[in-house]
Protein backbone atom coordinates (compact mmCIF):
# COMPACT_ATOMS: atom_id res chain seq x y z
CA UNK A 1 0.00 0.00 0.00
CA UNK A 2 1.51 3.67 -1.06
CA UNK A 3 1.63 5.81 1.70
CA UNK A 4 0.28 9.26 0.05
CA UNK A 5 0.12 11.57 3.13
CA UNK A 6 2.97 12.04 6.21
CA UNK A 7 2.64 13.96 9.11
CA UNK A 8 6.09 15.45 10.36
CA UNK A 9 6.46 16.17 13.99
CA UNK A 10 9.65 18.05 13.59
CA UNK A 11 12.21 18.13 16.85
CA UNK A 12 16.34 18.60 17.44
CA UNK A 13 17.10 15.02 16.92
CA UNK A 14 14.24 12.64 17.12
CA UNK A 15 11.24 12.91 14.59
CA UNK A 16 7.44 10.98 14.22
CA UNK A 17 6.31 10.36 11.02
CA UNK A 18 3.01 9.38 10.81
CA UNK A 19 1.81 8.12 7.67
CA UNK A 20 -1.65 7.33 5.81
CA UNK A 21 -2.96 5.83 2.55
CA UNK A 22 -4.70 7.72 0.10
CA UNK A 23 -8.10 6.51 1.72
CA UNK A 24 -6.99 7.35 5.10
CA UNK A 25 -5.60 3.97 6.02
CA UNK A 26 -2.40 4.13 8.54
CA UNK A 27 0.70 2.74 7.44
CA UNK A 28 3.50 3.79 9.65
CA UNK A 29 3.72 5.71 12.43
CA UNK A 30 7.27 5.70 14.43
CA UNK A 31 10.54 7.75 14.98
CA UNK A 32 12.96 8.43 13.20
CA UNK A 33 17.06 9.66 14.08
CA UNK A 34 17.95 13.03 12.46
CA UNK A 35 20.49 11.35 10.28
CA UNK A 36 18.38 8.99 8.64
CA UNK A 37 15.33 11.20 8.03
CA UNK A 38 15.97 12.71 4.26
CA UNK A 39 17.14 9.14 3.44
CA UNK A 40 13.71 7.54 4.63
CA UNK A 41 11.99 10.31 2.99
CA UNK A 42 14.35 9.76 -0.48
CA UNK A 43 12.90 5.89 -0.35
CA UNK A 44 9.35 7.25 -0.82
CA UNK A 45 7.49 7.78 -3.31
CA UNK A 46 6.34 11.61 -3.79
CA UNK A 47 3.28 12.68 -1.55
CA UNK A 48 2.09 15.16 0.44
CA UNK A 49 3.89 15.85 3.95
CA UNK A 50 2.75 18.35 6.44
CA UNK A 51 4.66 20.13 9.36
CA UNK A 52 4.14 22.91 11.82
CA UNK A 53 5.93 25.97 11.04
CA UNK A 54 8.33 25.87 13.82
CA UNK A 55 11.56 26.51 14.30
CA UNK A 56 13.68 24.49 11.22
CA UNK A 57 10.73 23.72 9.51
CA UNK A 58 11.81 26.03 6.50
CA UNK A 59 14.94 24.09 5.91
CA UNK A 60 13.10 20.52 6.11
CA UNK A 61 10.55 22.12 3.84
CA UNK A 62 13.20 22.97 1.01
CA UNK A 63 15.13 19.25 1.58
CA UNK A 64 12.26 17.91 1.10
CA UNK A 65 10.70 19.45 -1.69
CA UNK A 66 14.66 18.97 -3.28
CA UNK A 67 13.72 15.32 -3.31
CA UNK A 68 10.37 15.80 -5.12
CA UNK A 69 7.58 15.78 -2.16
CA UNK A 70 4.82 18.55 -1.52
CA UNK A 71 6.12 19.79 1.85
CA UNK A 72 3.60 22.13 3.16
CA UNK A 73 3.69 24.11 6.92
CA UNK A 74 1.12 25.06 8.84
CA UNK A 75 0.44 27.19 11.98
CA UNK A 76 0.63 25.52 14.70
CA UNK A 77 -2.14 26.56 16.12
CA UNK A 78 -4.26 25.50 13.39
CA UNK A 79 -2.86 22.01 13.73
CA UNK A 80 -3.91 22.08 17.94
CA UNK A 81 -7.68 21.06 17.27
CA UNK A 82 -6.60 17.84 15.94
CA UNK A 83 -5.08 16.53 18.53
CA UNK A 84 -7.24 14.18 20.13
CA UNK A 85 -6.03 14.04 23.72
CA UNK A 86 -2.93 13.91 25.68
CA UNK A 87 0.30 15.13 24.19
CA UNK A 88 2.67 12.79 22.40
CA UNK A 89 5.04 13.10 19.19
CA UNK A 90 2.85 10.18 18.01
CA UNK A 91 -0.50 11.88 18.46
CA UNK A 92 1.29 15.67 17.12
CA UNK A 93 2.31 13.55 14.42
CA UNK A 94 -1.73 11.93 13.63
CA UNK A 95 -2.77 15.20 14.83
CA UNK A 96 -0.51 17.24 11.92
CA UNK A 97 -1.31 14.21 8.93
CA UNK A 98 -5.06 14.87 9.74
CA UNK A 99 -4.39 18.88 9.31
CA UNK A 100 -2.88 18.59 6.33
CA UNK A 101 -5.56 17.12 4.14
CA UNK A 102 -8.19 19.77 5.28
CA UNK A 103 -8.94 21.84 2.39
CA UNK A 104 -9.85 25.06 4.23
CA UNK A 105 -6.19 24.57 5.89
CA UNK A 106 -3.93 27.38 5.64
CA UNK A 107 -0.54 27.15 4.60
CA UNK A 108 2.59 28.77 5.49
CA UNK A 109 5.17 30.06 2.24
CA UNK A 110 8.76 28.09 2.98
CA UNK A 111 11.47 30.56 2.73
CA UNK A 112 14.57 30.92 0.74
CA UNK A 113 17.79 30.28 1.94
CA UNK A 114 18.08 33.61 1.30
CA UNK A 115 14.81 35.00 2.83
CA UNK A 116 16.37 33.40 6.20
CA UNK A 117 19.76 34.80 5.73
CA UNK A 118 18.02 38.63 5.54
CA UNK A 119 15.60 37.38 8.45
CA UNK A 120 18.65 37.00 10.64
CA UNK A 121 19.74 40.39 10.23
CA UNK A 122 16.72 41.96 11.24
CA UNK A 123 16.07 39.43 14.07
CA UNK A 124 20.07 40.20 15.69
CA UNK A 125 18.93 44.08 15.04
CA UNK A 126 15.79 43.67 17.17
CA UNK A 127 17.68 41.59 19.80
CA UNK A 128 20.58 44.79 19.87
CA UNK A 129 17.96 47.51 20.23
CA UNK A 130 15.72 45.81 22.97
CA UNK A 131 18.97 45.60 25.13
CA UNK A 132 20.23 49.00 24.03
CA UNK A 133 17.03 49.74 25.46
CA UNK A 134 17.27 48.01 28.77
CA UNK A 135 21.03 49.76 29.05
CA UNK A 136 19.61 53.11 28.63
CA UNK A 137 16.83 52.74 31.22
CA UNK A 138 19.46 50.97 33.55
CA UNK A 139 21.61 54.25 33.41
CA UNK A 140 18.68 56.62 33.95
CA UNK A 141 17.49 54.63 36.79
CA UNK A 142 20.47 54.79 38.16
CA UNK A 143 21.26 58.83 37.66
CA UNK A 144 17.66 59.21 39.44
CA UNK A 145 19.03 57.76 42.24
CA UNK A 146 21.56 60.29 42.60
CA UNK A 147 19.36 63.21 41.38
CA UNK A 148 20.40 63.58 38.00
CA UNK A 149 17.94 63.05 34.97
CA UNK A 150 18.47 63.28 31.61
CA UNK A 151 16.51 64.46 28.35
CA UNK A 152 14.22 62.14 26.68
CA UNK A 153 15.35 60.50 23.48
CA UNK A 154 18.49 57.85 22.85
CA UNK A 155 20.23 60.86 21.18
CA UNK A 156 20.47 62.53 24.58
CA UNK A 157 21.57 59.64 26.45
CA UNK A 158 24.52 58.90 23.90
CA UNK A 159 25.54 62.46 23.71
CA UNK A 160 25.43 61.68 27.76
CA UNK A 161 27.55 58.79 27.54
CA UNK A 162 30.40 60.03 25.67
CA UNK A 163 30.83 62.69 27.63
CA UNK A 164 30.85 60.36 30.89
CA UNK A 165 33.62 58.19 29.14
CA UNK A 166 35.56 61.35 28.51
CA UNK A 167 36.23 62.24 31.90
CA UNK A 168 33.04 64.80 32.63
CA UNK A 169 31.54 62.58 35.87
CA UNK A 170 28.32 63.33 37.35
CA UNK A 171 28.34 64.34 41.50
CA UNK A 172 28.00 60.70 42.74
CA UNK A 173 30.32 58.51 44.24
CA UNK A 174 33.23 56.85 43.18
CA UNK A 175 31.82 53.57 43.07
CA UNK A 176 28.94 54.32 41.05
CA UNK A 177 30.22 56.30 38.67
CA UNK A 178 32.73 52.88 38.06
CA UNK A 179 29.49 51.22 37.19
CA UNK A 180 28.01 53.66 34.91
CA UNK A 181 31.30 54.27 33.14
CA UNK A 182 30.70 50.21 32.24
CA UNK A 183 27.19 50.83 31.04
CA UNK A 184 27.84 53.83 29.33
CA UNK A 185 30.67 51.94 27.07
CA UNK A 186 28.43 49.03 26.72
CA UNK A 187 25.74 51.40 25.27
CA UNK A 188 27.75 53.02 22.62
CA UNK A 189 28.99 49.55 21.78
CA UNK A 190 25.68 48.47 21.16
CA UNK A 191 24.79 52.02 19.26
CA UNK A 192 27.85 50.79 16.70
CA UNK A 193 26.18 47.27 16.28
CA UNK A 194 23.15 48.58 15.34
CA UNK A 195 24.40 51.12 13.22
CA UNK A 196 25.73 47.98 11.49
CA UNK A 197 23.21 45.77 10.93
CA UNK A 198 20.90 48.95 9.87
CA UNK A 199 23.67 49.55 7.14
CA UNK A 200 23.66 45.81 5.57
CA UNK A 201 20.13 46.51 5.64
CA UNK A 202 20.26 49.25 3.44
CA UNK A 203 22.57 47.66 1.29
CA UNK A 204 20.52 44.59 0.66
CA UNK A 205 17.71 46.50 0.22
CA UNK A 206 18.75 48.69 -2.74
CA UNK A 207 19.92 45.78 -4.20
CA UNK A 208 15.67 43.95 -4.57
CA UNK A 209 13.27 45.47 -6.95
CA UNK A 210 10.47 45.00 -4.78
CA UNK A 211 12.08 46.67 -1.44
CA UNK A 212 13.54 49.80 -3.62
CA UNK A 213 9.71 49.92 -5.12
CA UNK A 214 7.99 49.57 -1.35
CA UNK A 215 10.36 52.26 -0.26
CA UNK A 216 8.92 54.80 -2.85
CA UNK A 217 5.96 54.73 -0.39
CA UNK A 218 5.65 57.18 2.03
CA UNK A 219 6.30 55.79 6.13
CA UNK A 220 8.38 52.88 4.74
CA UNK A 221 12.49 52.76 4.37
CA UNK A 222 14.72 50.32 3.54
CA UNK A 223 14.44 48.34 7.16
CA UNK A 224 10.46 48.13 6.86
CA UNK A 225 10.58 47.63 2.78
CA UNK A 226 13.34 44.58 3.05
CA UNK A 227 11.33 43.10 6.40
CA UNK A 228 8.59 42.85 4.12
CA UNK A 229 10.32 41.28 1.08
CA UNK A 230 12.05 38.90 3.65
CA UNK A 231 9.03 37.71 5.44
CA UNK A 232 6.57 37.36 2.12
CA UNK A 233 8.59 37.55 -0.66
CA UNK A 234 5.98 38.31 -3.50
CA UNK A 235 2.89 38.08 -1.10
CA UNK A 236 1.23 35.54 -3.58
CA UNK A 237 0.48 32.93 -1.10
CA UNK A 238 -2.21 36.04 0.05
CA UNK A 239 -5.34 36.30 -1.86
CA UNK A 240 -6.21 39.57 -1.19
CA UNK A 241 -4.52 43.09 0.61
CA UNK A 242 -7.17 41.83 3.00
CA UNK A 243 -5.54 38.69 4.00
CA UNK A 244 -2.11 40.60 4.07
CA UNK A 245 -3.21 42.69 6.63
CA UNK A 246 -5.28 40.47 8.78
CA UNK A 247 -2.44 38.12 9.07
CA UNK A 248 -0.25 40.76 10.13
CA UNK A 249 -3.20 41.45 13.20
CA UNK A 250 -4.16 45.01 11.79
CA UNK A 251 -7.80 43.81 10.98
CA UNK A 252 -9.99 44.45 14.08
CA UNK A 253 -11.37 41.50 16.05
CA UNK A 254 -14.84 39.84 14.83
CA UNK A 255 -17.05 39.10 17.56
CA UNK A 256 -20.48 38.92 15.58
CA UNK A 257 -23.20 36.57 16.68
CA UNK A 258 -27.06 36.49 16.00
CA UNK A 259 -26.91 38.85 12.91
CA UNK A 260 -25.35 41.78 15.09
CA UNK A 261 -21.93 43.04 14.25
CA UNK A 262 -19.67 43.91 16.98
CA UNK A 263 -15.83 44.76 15.96
CA UNK A 264 -13.03 45.16 18.75
CA UNK A 265 -9.39 45.92 18.98
CA UNK A 266 -7.06 44.78 16.28
CA UNK A 267 -6.47 41.23 16.61
CA UNK A 268 -2.42 41.41 16.68
CA UNK A 269 -2.01 38.27 15.52
CA UNK A 270 0.57 36.88 12.86
CA UNK A 271 4.06 38.99 12.42
CA UNK A 272 4.38 41.55 15.28
CA UNK A 273 7.61 42.67 14.03
CA UNK A 274 6.51 43.61 10.53
CA UNK A 275 3.29 45.00 12.46
CA UNK A 276 5.21 46.97 14.69
CA UNK A 277 7.46 48.36 11.97
CA UNK A 278 4.20 49.55 9.79
CA UNK A 279 2.64 51.07 12.87
CA UNK A 280 5.69 53.23 13.07
CA UNK A 281 6.72 54.05 10.12
CA UNK A 282 2.70 55.60 9.88
CA UNK A 283 3.05 57.32 12.97
CA UNK A 284 5.65 58.95 11.28
CA UNK A 285 3.43 59.49 8.64
CA UNK A 286 0.83 60.79 10.64
CA UNK A 287 2.67 63.09 12.56
CA UNK A 288 3.79 64.79 9.39
CA UNK A 289 0.12 65.18 8.60
CA UNK A 290 -0.30 67.03 11.78
CA UNK A 291 2.41 69.94 11.72
CA UNK A 292 2.55 69.69 7.65
CA UNK A 293 -0.84 68.62 6.69
CA UNK A 294 0.07 70.06 2.22
CA UNK A 295 2.62 67.58 2.45
CA UNK A 296 0.37 64.39 2.62
CA UNK A 297 -2.64 62.95 0.43
CA UNK A 298 -6.12 64.33 1.52
CA UNK A 299 -6.98 60.95 3.13
CA UNK A 300 -3.95 60.94 5.33
CA UNK A 301 -4.63 64.57 6.28
CA UNK A 302 -8.80 63.68 7.16
CA UNK A 303 -8.16 60.72 9.24
CA UNK A 304 -5.10 61.89 11.54
CA UNK A 305 -7.88 65.53 12.00
CA UNK A 306 -10.49 62.92 12.77
CA UNK A 307 -9.34 60.32 14.87
CA UNK A 308 -6.88 59.50 17.81
CA UNK A 309 -3.32 59.17 16.56
CA UNK A 310 -3.15 55.85 17.54
CA UNK A 311 -6.02 54.45 16.04
CA UNK A 312 -5.50 56.84 12.98
CA UNK A 313 -1.86 55.09 12.92
CA UNK A 314 -3.38 51.45 13.04
CA UNK A 315 -5.62 52.22 10.30
CA UNK A 316 -3.25 53.65 7.82
CA UNK A 317 -0.92 50.83 8.42
CA UNK A 318 -3.95 48.82 7.54
CA UNK A 319 -4.00 50.60 4.61
CA UNK A 320 -0.45 50.43 3.62
CA UNK A 321 -0.54 46.93 4.25
CA UNK A 322 -3.16 46.15 1.52
CA UNK A 323 -1.30 48.67 -0.85
CA UNK A 324 1.72 46.59 0.12
CA UNK A 325 0.00 43.52 -1.36
CA UNK A 326 -0.62 45.23 -5.13
CA UNK A 327 2.55 46.59 -5.16
CA UNK A 328 4.24 43.47 -4.64
CA UNK A 329 1.74 40.88 -6.61
CA UNK A 330 1.20 43.18 -9.52
CA UNK A 331 4.62 45.02 -9.98
CA UNK A 332 2.94 48.40 -9.35
CA UNK A 333 4.91 51.52 -8.25
CA UNK A 334 2.89 53.53 -5.87
CA UNK A 335 0.48 55.88 -7.11
CA UNK A 336 -0.26 58.72 -4.56
CA UNK A 337 -4.58 58.41 -3.59
CA UNK A 338 -7.19 61.37 -4.92
CA UNK A 339 -8.99 61.27 -2.28
Known amino acids: M??????LDLAK??????????????????????????????ALPPCVIGMEACGSAHYWGRELRKLGHDARLMPASYVKPYVKRGKTDAVDAEAICEAVRRPTMRFVEVKSEDQQALLSVHRSRDLVVRQRTQVANMIRSLLREFGHVLPTGIEALTAFAKKHLDGEHPDMPELANGILGTQCYQLLGLNERIAGY?????????????ARRLMRMPGI????????????????????????????GLTPLNKSSGGKERLGKITKKGDRYLRKLLVVGMTSRALLARTHPERVDIWTANIVADKPLRLATVAMANKAARVVWVMLTKKQEYRQPAF
Not at 198 to 210: P, S, V
Open 2 to 7: TVKTIG
Open 13 to 42: DVFQVHGISENGRVIFNKTIKRKKLLGFFE
Open 221 to 248: GPITASALVATIGDAKQFRTGRDLAAWL
Open 198 to 210: TRLIEQHALLDAN
